[in-house]
DNA sequence: AGTTTAATATGATCGCGGTCATATTTGTGT
DNA sequence: ACACAAATATGACCGCGATCATATTAAACT
Protein backbone atom coordinates (compact mmCIF):
# COMPACT_ATOMS: atom_id res chain seq x y z
CA UNK A 1 0.00 0.00 0.00
CA UNK A 2 1.02 3.46 -0.87
CA UNK A 3 1.88 5.83 2.34
CA UNK A 4 2.76 9.21 2.53
CA UNK A 5 5.87 10.95 1.56
CA UNK A 6 6.87 11.75 4.76
CA UNK A 7 6.08 7.86 6.03
CA UNK A 8 8.93 6.68 2.94
CA UNK A 9 11.45 9.62 4.62
CA UNK A 10 10.77 8.30 8.05
CA UNK A 11 10.64 4.08 6.75
CA UNK A 12 13.99 4.85 4.51
CA UNK A 13 15.49 6.15 7.09
CA UNK A 14 14.55 3.50 9.58
CA UNK A 15 15.69 0.99 7.13
CA UNK A 16 18.94 2.72 7.50
CA UNK A 17 19.10 2.41 11.45
CA UNK A 18 18.55 -1.19 11.80
CA UNK A 19 20.39 -1.85 8.96
CA UNK A 20 23.41 0.36 10.67
CA UNK A 21 22.51 -1.44 13.45
CA UNK A 22 22.38 -4.67 12.24
CA UNK A 23 25.23 -4.97 10.30
CA UNK A 24 27.79 -3.97 12.93
CA UNK A 25 26.06 -6.32 15.43
CA UNK A 26 26.06 -9.32 12.87
CA UNK A 27 28.36 -8.40 9.86
CA UNK A 28 27.21 -7.82 6.60
CA UNK A 29 27.28 -10.94 5.22
CA UNK A 30 24.90 -12.35 8.27
CA UNK A 31 22.69 -9.77 7.72
CA UNK A 32 19.62 -10.16 4.93
CA UNK A 33 17.25 -7.85 3.42
CA UNK A 34 14.62 -9.58 4.97
CA UNK A 35 15.96 -9.68 7.96
CA UNK A 36 17.01 -5.63 7.83
CA UNK A 37 12.96 -5.13 6.61
CA UNK A 38 11.43 -7.06 9.64
CA UNK A 39 13.34 -4.91 11.66
CA UNK A 40 12.22 -1.56 10.33
CA UNK A 41 8.75 -3.25 10.24
CA UNK A 42 8.22 -3.56 6.04
CA UNK A 43 8.44 -6.92 4.18
CA UNK A 44 11.58 -7.60 1.97
CA UNK A 45 10.00 -6.82 -1.40
CA UNK A 46 9.93 -3.07 -0.59
CA UNK A 47 13.20 -2.79 -0.38
CA UNK A 48 14.22 -2.00 -3.76
CA UNK A 49 11.91 1.03 -3.76
CA UNK A 50 14.36 2.24 -1.09
CA UNK A 51 18.07 1.07 -2.67
CA UNK A 52 19.32 -0.41 -5.75
CA UNK A 53 21.25 -3.34 -4.05
CA UNK A 54 22.17 -4.32 -0.80
CA UNK A 55 25.91 -3.19 -1.50
CA UNK A 56 24.30 0.47 -1.83
CA UNK A 57 22.57 -0.32 1.70
CA UNK A 58 25.77 -1.34 3.37
CA UNK A 59 27.59 2.39 1.78
CA UNK A 60 24.57 4.24 3.24
CA UNK A 61 24.64 2.80 6.45
CA UNK A 62 28.07 3.00 7.01
CA UNK A 63 27.67 6.47 6.38
CA UNK A 64 24.84 6.96 8.67
CA UNK A 65 26.49 5.17 11.42
CA UNK A 66 29.85 7.69 10.93
CA UNK A 67 27.45 11.01 11.10
CA UNK A 68 25.30 9.55 14.12
CA UNK A 69 28.74 8.46 15.90
CA UNK A 70 31.04 11.49 15.22
CA UNK A 71 27.78 13.76 17.03
CA UNK A 72 29.08 12.17 20.07
CA UNK A 73 31.68 14.66 21.18
CA UNK A 74 33.91 14.07 24.19
CA UNK A 75 37.25 16.16 25.24
CA UNK A 76 39.84 13.34 23.99
CA UNK A 77 40.32 12.08 27.50
CA UNK A 78 37.23 10.79 28.24
CA UNK A 79 36.40 9.55 24.71
CA UNK A 80 39.28 7.22 24.95
CA UNK A 81 38.39 5.99 28.23
CA UNK A 82 34.81 5.52 27.01
CA UNK A 83 36.04 3.72 23.81
CA UNK A 84 38.05 1.61 25.71
CA UNK A 85 35.38 0.47 28.08
CA UNK A 86 33.72 -2.56 28.74
CA UNK A 87 30.16 -0.82 27.53
CA UNK A 88 31.77 -0.03 24.71
CA UNK A 89 33.21 -3.59 23.68
CA UNK A 90 29.94 -5.00 24.79
CA UNK A 91 27.79 -2.75 22.57
CA UNK A 92 28.51 -3.61 19.34
CA UNK A 93 25.58 -2.81 17.46
CA UNK A 94 25.96 1.14 18.39
CA UNK A 95 29.51 1.33 18.72
CA UNK A 96 32.00 2.97 16.77
CA UNK A 97 30.77 1.50 13.38
CA UNK A 98 34.92 0.96 12.19
CA UNK A 99 35.87 -1.33 14.51
CA UNK A 100 33.14 -3.25 13.70
CA UNK A 101 33.29 -2.98 10.18
CA UNK A 102 36.58 -1.60 9.11
CA UNK A 103 37.71 -5.37 9.01
CA UNK A 104 35.74 -6.22 6.41
CA UNK A 105 35.51 -3.58 3.62
CA UNK A 106 38.42 -5.22 2.36
CA UNK A 107 35.68 -7.32 0.87
CA UNK A 108 33.39 -5.43 -0.68
CA UNK A 109 32.90 -3.25 -3.32
CA UNK A 110 34.44 0.25 -4.04
CA UNK A 111 31.36 2.56 -2.96
CA UNK A 112 31.15 0.35 0.45
CA UNK A 113 34.92 0.98 0.66
CA UNK A 114 34.97 4.71 -0.16
CA UNK A 115 32.41 5.13 2.62
CA UNK A 116 34.27 3.47 4.98
CA UNK A 117 37.39 5.46 3.67
CA UNK A 118 35.16 8.86 4.46
CA UNK A 119 34.21 7.85 7.74
CA UNK A 120 37.74 6.94 9.09
CA UNK A 121 39.42 10.73 7.33
CA UNK A 122 36.47 12.02 9.31
CA UNK A 123 37.34 10.52 12.31
CA UNK A 124 40.95 11.61 12.27
CA UNK A 125 40.19 14.44 11.32
CA UNK A 126 37.93 15.04 14.35
CA UNK A 127 39.89 13.71 16.92
CA UNK A 128 43.17 15.81 15.54
CA UNK A 129 41.26 18.91 16.24
CA UNK A 130 39.87 17.96 19.43
CA UNK A 131 43.40 17.35 20.75
CA UNK A 132 45.24 20.21 22.46
CA UNK A 133 47.57 21.48 20.82
CA UNK A 134 50.31 21.28 24.16
CA UNK A 135 50.32 17.46 23.91
CA UNK A 136 53.35 17.32 20.95
CA UNK A 137 54.48 19.01 18.00
CA UNK A 138 52.40 16.91 15.80
CA UNK A 139 48.53 16.93 16.62
CA UNK A 140 48.04 14.55 13.35
CA UNK A 141 50.53 11.87 14.37
CA UNK A 142 48.82 11.66 17.53
CA UNK A 143 45.35 11.47 16.24
CA UNK A 144 46.57 8.53 14.13
CA UNK A 145 48.65 6.61 16.50
CA UNK A 146 45.49 7.58 19.61
CA UNK A 147 42.81 6.39 16.77
CA UNK A 148 44.80 3.17 15.54
CA UNK A 149 45.67 1.83 19.45
CA UNK A 150 42.08 2.52 20.05
CA UNK A 151 40.55 0.79 17.36
CA UNK A 152 43.24 -2.34 17.60
CA UNK A 153 42.46 -2.57 21.08
CA UNK A 154 38.59 -3.19 21.11
CA UNK A 155 38.68 -5.00 17.62
CA UNK A 156 41.39 -7.75 20.09
CA UNK A 157 39.05 -7.73 23.46
CA UNK A 158 36.19 -8.37 21.52
CA UNK A 159 37.61 -10.84 19.65
CA UNK A 160 38.99 -12.86 22.84
CA UNK A 161 37.38 -15.42 24.13
CA UNK A 162 38.45 -15.17 27.95
CA UNK A 163 37.09 -12.01 29.37
CA UNK A 164 40.16 -11.62 31.59
CA UNK A 165 42.13 -11.26 28.85
CA UNK A 166 39.78 -9.00 26.89
CA UNK A 167 39.06 -6.75 30.33
CA UNK A 168 43.17 -6.69 30.61
CA UNK A 169 43.38 -5.58 26.88
CA UNK A 170 41.09 -2.75 27.36
CA UNK A 171 42.32 -1.85 31.22
CA UNK A 172 46.45 -2.11 29.88
CA UNK A 173 45.95 -0.22 26.40
CA UNK A 174 43.91 2.52 28.18
CA UNK A 175 46.49 2.89 31.05
CA UNK A 176 49.79 2.64 28.37
CA UNK A 177 48.29 5.20 26.12
CA UNK A 178 47.90 7.64 29.26
CA UNK A 179 51.51 7.15 29.91
CA UNK A 180 53.14 7.74 26.57
CA UNK A 181 51.90 10.90 25.13
CA UNK B 1 41.39 -43.05 -5.46
CA UNK B 2 43.37 -44.40 -2.05
CA UNK B 3 46.93 -42.58 -1.28
CA UNK B 4 49.59 -42.71 0.44
CA UNK B 5 49.26 -42.49 4.19
CA UNK B 6 52.27 -39.63 3.90
CA UNK B 7 49.96 -38.24 0.87
CA UNK B 8 46.87 -38.07 3.38
CA UNK B 9 48.97 -36.20 5.35
CA UNK B 10 50.41 -34.01 2.82
CA UNK B 11 47.27 -33.44 1.66
CA UNK B 12 45.44 -32.74 4.92
CA UNK B 13 48.16 -29.93 5.06
CA UNK B 14 48.19 -28.56 1.92
CA UNK B 15 44.34 -27.76 2.75
CA UNK B 16 44.87 -26.42 6.01
CA UNK B 17 47.89 -23.83 4.46
CA UNK B 18 45.72 -22.85 1.31
CA UNK B 19 42.19 -22.45 3.60
CA UNK B 20 44.85 -20.88 5.68
CA UNK B 21 45.90 -18.23 2.71
CA UNK B 22 42.08 -18.12 1.15
CA UNK B 23 40.46 -16.91 4.44
CA UNK B 24 42.70 -14.00 5.42
CA UNK B 25 42.56 -13.34 1.60
CA UNK B 26 38.77 -13.11 1.17
CA UNK B 27 37.71 -14.15 4.48
CA UNK B 28 35.67 -16.88 5.72
CA UNK B 29 32.53 -16.21 4.23
CA UNK B 30 33.65 -15.83 0.59
CA UNK B 31 36.03 -19.15 0.57
CA UNK B 32 34.08 -22.00 -0.04
CA UNK B 33 35.01 -25.49 0.60
CA UNK B 34 35.08 -26.28 -3.34
CA UNK B 35 37.57 -23.10 -4.16
CA UNK B 36 40.04 -24.74 -1.36
CA UNK B 37 40.09 -28.26 -2.20
CA UNK B 38 40.90 -27.03 -5.33
CA UNK B 39 43.17 -24.89 -4.43
CA UNK B 40 44.80 -27.83 -2.59
CA UNK B 41 44.41 -29.97 -5.83
CA UNK B 42 41.58 -32.20 -4.91
CA UNK B 43 38.20 -31.82 -4.98
CA UNK B 44 35.20 -30.73 -2.87
CA UNK B 45 33.58 -34.47 -1.74
CA UNK B 46 37.09 -35.68 -0.12
CA UNK B 47 37.06 -32.74 2.15
CA UNK B 48 34.91 -34.20 4.83
CA UNK B 49 37.26 -37.04 5.21
CA UNK B 50 39.83 -34.70 6.77
CA UNK B 51 37.43 -32.23 8.71
CA UNK B 52 33.99 -32.61 9.73
CA UNK B 53 32.98 -29.40 8.54
CA UNK B 54 34.08 -25.87 7.65
CA UNK B 55 33.94 -24.40 11.03
CA UNK B 56 36.52 -27.14 12.17
CA UNK B 57 38.62 -26.11 8.83
CA UNK B 58 38.27 -22.60 10.13
CA UNK B 59 39.63 -22.88 13.76
CA UNK B 60 42.38 -25.53 12.45
CA UNK B 61 43.80 -23.06 9.71
CA UNK B 62 43.72 -20.04 12.82
CA UNK B 63 45.59 -22.05 14.79
CA UNK B 64 48.38 -22.98 11.87
CA UNK B 65 48.28 -19.67 10.43
CA UNK B 66 49.17 -18.20 14.12
CA UNK B 67 51.82 -20.85 14.59
CA UNK B 68 53.02 -20.54 11.03
CA UNK B 69 53.68 -16.62 11.86
CA UNK B 70 54.98 -17.12 15.16
CA UNK B 71 57.87 -18.66 13.40
CA UNK B 72 59.66 -15.31 12.22
CA UNK B 73 60.99 -13.89 15.21
CA UNK B 74 62.41 -10.49 15.07
CA UNK B 75 63.50 -7.97 17.51
CA UNK B 76 60.36 -5.71 18.58
CA UNK B 77 61.86 -3.00 16.42
CA UNK B 78 62.01 -4.41 13.26
CA UNK B 79 58.91 -6.48 14.05
CA UNK B 80 56.97 -3.26 14.24
CA UNK B 81 58.88 -2.23 11.04
CA UNK B 82 57.55 -5.07 8.57
CA UNK B 83 54.54 -4.88 10.62
CA UNK B 84 53.29 -1.46 9.68
CA UNK B 85 55.23 -1.61 6.05
CA UNK B 86 53.23 -1.13 2.36
CA UNK B 87 54.23 -4.80 1.88
CA UNK B 88 52.86 -6.74 5.01
CA UNK B 89 49.54 -4.25 4.24
CA UNK B 90 49.66 -5.61 0.76
CA UNK B 91 50.09 -9.08 1.62
CA UNK B 92 47.40 -10.17 3.32
CA UNK B 93 47.34 -13.97 2.28
CA UNK B 94 50.64 -14.16 4.16
CA UNK B 95 50.27 -11.93 6.32
CA UNK B 96 49.10 -11.37 10.67
CA UNK B 97 46.14 -13.91 10.70
CA UNK B 98 44.64 -11.43 13.57
CA UNK B 99 45.04 -8.41 11.98
CA UNK B 100 43.11 -10.53 8.87
CA UNK B 101 40.40 -12.45 10.76
CA UNK B 102 40.23 -11.48 14.26
CA UNK B 103 37.64 -9.00 14.16
CA UNK B 104 35.31 -11.65 11.50
CA UNK B 105 35.76 -14.02 14.71
CA UNK B 106 32.89 -12.97 16.69
CA UNK B 107 30.64 -14.20 14.34
CA UNK B 108 32.02 -17.75 14.49
CA UNK B 109 31.18 -20.52 16.55
CA UNK B 110 33.11 -20.75 20.09
CA UNK B 111 35.66 -23.83 18.55
CA UNK B 112 36.66 -20.83 16.05
CA UNK B 113 36.58 -18.02 18.31
CA UNK B 114 38.94 -19.83 20.74
CA UNK B 115 41.53 -20.91 18.34
CA UNK B 116 41.49 -17.05 17.75
CA UNK B 117 41.79 -16.71 21.94
CA UNK B 118 44.74 -18.63 22.16
CA UNK B 119 46.94 -16.98 18.84
CA UNK B 120 45.92 -13.65 20.48
CA UNK B 121 47.40 -14.44 23.79
CA UNK B 122 50.70 -16.19 22.11
CA UNK B 123 51.13 -13.31 20.40
CA UNK B 124 51.36 -11.12 23.64
CA UNK B 125 53.19 -13.64 25.51
CA UNK B 126 55.65 -13.37 22.87
CA UNK B 127 55.76 -10.17 22.33
CA UNK B 128 55.92 -9.23 25.66
CA UNK B 129 59.38 -11.77 26.29
CA UNK B 130 60.75 -10.01 23.15
CA UNK B 131 60.79 -6.65 24.95
CA UNK B 132 63.95 -5.08 26.45
CA UNK B 133 63.04 -4.69 30.37
CA UNK B 134 64.75 -1.46 30.73
CA UNK B 135 61.94 0.15 28.52
CA UNK B 136 59.11 0.70 31.17
CA UNK B 137 58.38 -1.07 34.10
CA UNK B 138 55.54 -3.04 32.48
CA UNK B 139 56.67 -5.04 29.71
CA UNK B 140 53.16 -7.23 29.62
CA UNK B 141 51.44 -3.47 29.21
CA UNK B 142 54.06 -2.36 26.73
CA UNK B 143 52.95 -5.76 24.56
CA UNK B 144 49.54 -5.32 24.64
CA UNK B 145 49.66 -1.53 23.89
CA UNK B 146 52.17 -2.15 20.94
CA UNK B 147 50.40 -4.78 19.69
CA UNK B 148 46.84 -2.93 19.61
CA UNK B 149 48.49 -0.47 18.14
CA UNK B 150 50.10 -2.49 15.49
CA UNK B 151 47.25 -4.53 14.31
CA UNK B 152 44.48 -1.18 14.54
CA UNK B 153 46.91 0.97 12.15
CA UNK B 154 47.20 -2.33 9.90
CA UNK B 155 43.13 -2.74 9.45
CA UNK B 156 43.14 0.78 9.04
CA UNK B 157 45.19 0.89 6.46
CA UNK B 158 43.84 -1.81 4.57
CA UNK B 159 40.41 -0.10 5.02
CA UNK B 160 41.43 2.80 3.15
CA UNK B 161 40.60 3.48 -0.19
CA UNK B 162 43.35 6.40 -0.77
CA UNK B 163 46.75 5.11 -0.81
CA UNK B 164 48.02 8.57 0.14
CA UNK B 165 46.09 8.00 3.74
CA UNK B 166 46.65 4.42 3.61
CA UNK B 167 50.43 5.05 3.66
CA UNK B 168 50.07 7.85 6.14
CA UNK B 169 48.72 5.67 8.71
CA UNK B 170 51.50 3.19 8.62
CA UNK B 171 54.14 5.87 8.81
CA UNK B 172 52.48 7.85 11.49
CA UNK B 173 51.67 5.02 13.60
CA UNK B 174 55.39 3.87 13.45
CA UNK B 175 56.82 7.45 14.10
CA UNK B 176 54.12 7.72 17.31
CA UNK B 177 54.73 4.10 18.69
CA UNK B 178 58.85 5.09 18.26
CA UNK B 179 58.55 8.34 20.46
CA UNK B 180 55.81 7.17 23.08
CA UNK B 181 57.90 4.52 24.91
C1' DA C 1 -14.81 12.28 -6.64
C1' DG C 2 -12.12 9.92 -9.98
C1' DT C 3 -7.90 8.85 -12.18
C1' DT C 4 -3.28 8.15 -11.85
C1' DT C 5 0.75 6.79 -9.77
C1' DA C 6 3.81 5.61 -6.21
C1' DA C 7 4.94 2.63 -2.17
C1' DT C 8 4.61 -1.65 -0.27
C1' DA C 9 3.14 -6.80 0.01
C1' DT C 10 3.19 -11.38 -1.84
C1' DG C 11 5.21 -14.86 -4.09
C1' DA C 12 8.49 -16.82 -7.49
C1' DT C 13 13.05 -17.40 -9.52
C1' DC C 14 17.76 -18.37 -9.60
C1' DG C 15 22.31 -19.39 -8.25
C1' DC C 16 25.40 -20.60 -4.68
C1' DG C 17 27.51 -23.35 -1.12
C1' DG C 18 27.65 -26.84 2.73
C1' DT C 19 26.83 -31.47 3.22
C1' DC C 20 26.18 -36.21 2.15
C1' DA C 21 25.49 -40.78 -0.77
C1' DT C 22 27.58 -43.53 -3.83
C1' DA C 23 31.21 -45.09 -6.92
C1' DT C 24 36.01 -45.77 -7.97
C1' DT C 25 40.57 -46.56 -7.33
C1' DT C 26 44.51 -48.10 -4.94
C1' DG C 27 47.35 -48.73 -0.77
C1' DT C 28 47.65 -52.21 3.13
C1' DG C 29 47.90 -56.46 5.51
C1' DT C 30 47.70 -61.43 5.13
C1' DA D 1 48.31 -62.49 -5.22
C1' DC D 2 43.87 -61.55 -2.76
C1' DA D 3 40.63 -59.49 0.04
C1' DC D 4 39.70 -55.52 2.54
C1' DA D 5 39.45 -50.95 3.63
C1' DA D 6 40.47 -46.26 3.12
C1' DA D 7 41.00 -41.95 0.45
C1' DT D 8 39.25 -39.42 -3.11
C1' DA D 9 35.94 -38.32 -7.18
C1' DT D 10 31.38 -37.59 -8.94
C1' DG D 11 27.04 -36.07 -8.51
C1' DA D 12 22.94 -34.86 -6.03
C1' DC D 13 20.28 -32.65 -2.31
C1' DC D 14 18.91 -28.95 0.37
C1' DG D 15 18.18 -24.49 2.34
C1' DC D 16 19.19 -19.77 2.08
C1' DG D 17 19.28 -15.18 0.29
C1' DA D 18 19.42 -11.53 -3.38
C1' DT D 19 16.58 -10.02 -6.83
C1' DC D 20 12.54 -9.30 -9.57
C1' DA D 21 7.36 -9.73 -11.32
C1' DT D 22 3.01 -8.91 -10.20
C1' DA D 23 -0.75 -7.46 -7.22
C1' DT D 24 -2.71 -4.29 -3.97
C1' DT D 25 -3.61 -0.27 -1.66
C1' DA D 26 -3.84 4.42 -0.75
C1' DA D 27 -1.77 9.03 -1.47
C1' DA D 28 -1.56 12.93 -4.92
C1' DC D 29 -3.31 15.70 -8.29
C1' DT D 30 -6.97 17.57 -11.27
Redesign the interface.
Known amino acids: MRVTQEQMRENRHRILSEASRLFRE ?2 F ?2 VGIAEVMKAAGLTHGGFYGHFASKEELMAHAIAQATTEVSGRCDDPQTLVAKYLSPAHRDN ?1 ADGCP ?3 L ?6 RP ?1 AT ?2 A ?2 VG ?2 SQIDGLARALPDDV ?1 ADR ?3 A ?2 T ?7 L ?2 A ?5 PT ?1 SD ?2 LS ?2 R ?3 A ?3
Chains 1, 2 share one sequence.
Open positions: KGDAVMAAAADVRHPRSMSIRTRREIGYAAMLGAILRAVDELEIETAWMTAP
